[in-house]
C-alpha cells in the first residue's frame, strides 16, 4: 500500500522466540488498523485490530500497539510457533478502504 | 456462520476476453469490499460497495468495474483482460456499521490471462 510502510520484508525466528512486525502510516484521518495473516492458497485471515481510541491490545499470544502521534503501530508474537510461519499484512483503514503493508514473510524455525 | 465465499476459485481466459467474478458475503454482511493482489504490487483496493452503492473505487482503469444485489451479492467484471491482470482477486465483507469495520476475506479468486 502507498501508504502505509511495512518492515521487515521477512522474519526468521527460533520456535518460542518473539516476533516484532513495524508499520508506519501517513494518513492522519485513519482510525482502525487491522493485522490480517495469509496462509498460502488463502485469503488473508484477520487475526488483531486496534482502534485509534486504544494504544494497545492483547489477544493470547498476540498484541498490537499503537502511537498516533509518531503515525506506527507494531504486531508482537510471543512464544511462536510453526503455525505462525505465513504471510503477515498491516492495514490503514480510512474512507471506505484498506491501504496494506507489503506483507512480512514470518518463518520459525523448529 | 459460513464464510465469504468466492467463485470461480479459478480461472483461466486470454488476452481480450472479459470476465466475471462472483461474492457471497458473510450473512448481515451489507458492505462488499474487491481487492486485487500480485507479487509485485501487493494488495490494492479495487472498489467498496455498501446498499448497491458504490462508495469508493481504487485507482484502476474503467475496464474493471463492480456491482452489488440487493441481497448484498456482489460481482466484479474486468473487460478486455490484459497479460497484467493476472492476480488474486479478493472479496471482503463487512458488517460495516459504526465501530465495526472489521473486513472478512473469502479464499479468492486467482485469474490467469494469456
Known amino acids: 500500500g502507498e501508504n502505509v510502510e511495512q518492515h521487515p520484508s521477512t522474519l526468521s525466528v527460533q520456535e518460542g522466540d518473539s516476533a516484532v512486525i513495524k508499520c508506519t502510516y501517513s494518513?492522519?484521518?485513519?482510525?482502525?488498523f487491522p493485522w490480517y495473516k495469509q496462509e498460502l492458497g488463502k485469503g488473508p485471515q484477520l487475526i488483531i485490530d486496534?482502534?485509534?481510541?486504544?494504544g494497545e491490545k492483547k489477544d493470547q499470544r498476540i498484541a498490537v500497539t499503537l502511537n498516533k502521534t509518531a503515525k506506527h503501530f507494531s504486531l508482537h508474537i510471543t512464544e511462536t510457533q510453526p503455525e505462525d510461519s505465513a504471510v503477515y499484512f498491516c492495514?490503514?483503514?480510512?474512507?471506505?478502504?484498506?491501504?496494506f503493508g507489503a506483507g512480512t514473510t514470518v518463518t520459525v524455525r523448529a | 456462520k459460513a464464510g465469504v465465499t468466492q467463485t470461480p476459485r479459478y480461472l483461466i481466459k486470454t488476452r481480450g476476453q472479459q470476465v466475471t467474478l462472483s461474492c457471497s458475503p458473510i450473512?448481515?454482511?451489507?458492505?462488499v469490499s474487491w481487492y486485487q493482489q500480485t507479487p509485485g504490487q501487493g494488495l490494492q483496493f479495487l472498489f467498496e460497495?455498501?446498499?448497491?452503492?458504490?462508495?469508493n473505487k481504487g485507482n484502476f482503469p474503467g475496464r474493471f468495474s463492480g456491482r452489488q444485489f440487493s441481497n448484498s451479492r456482489s460481482e466484479m467484471n474486468v473487460s478486455t483482460l490484459e497479460l497484467g491482470d493476472s492476480a488474486l482477486y479478493l472479496c471482503?465483507?463487512?458488517?460495516?456499521?459504526?465501530?465495526?469495520?472489521?473486513?472478512?476475506f473469502g479464499p479468492g479468486t486467482r485469474l490467469t490471462v494469456l
Open positions: 471482503a465483507s463487512s458488517p460495516r456499521v459504526a465501530g465495526a469495520e472489521e473486513q472478512f
Open positions: 494518513d492522519s484521518a485513519s482510525n482502525y
Open positions: 486496534i482502534r485509534s481510541n486504544v
Open positions: 492495514a490503514e483503514y480510512n474512507d471506505y478502504k484498506l491501504s
Open positions: 450473512s448481515g454482511h451489507r458492505s
Open positions: 460497495y455498501f446498499s448497491e452503492t458504490q462508495r
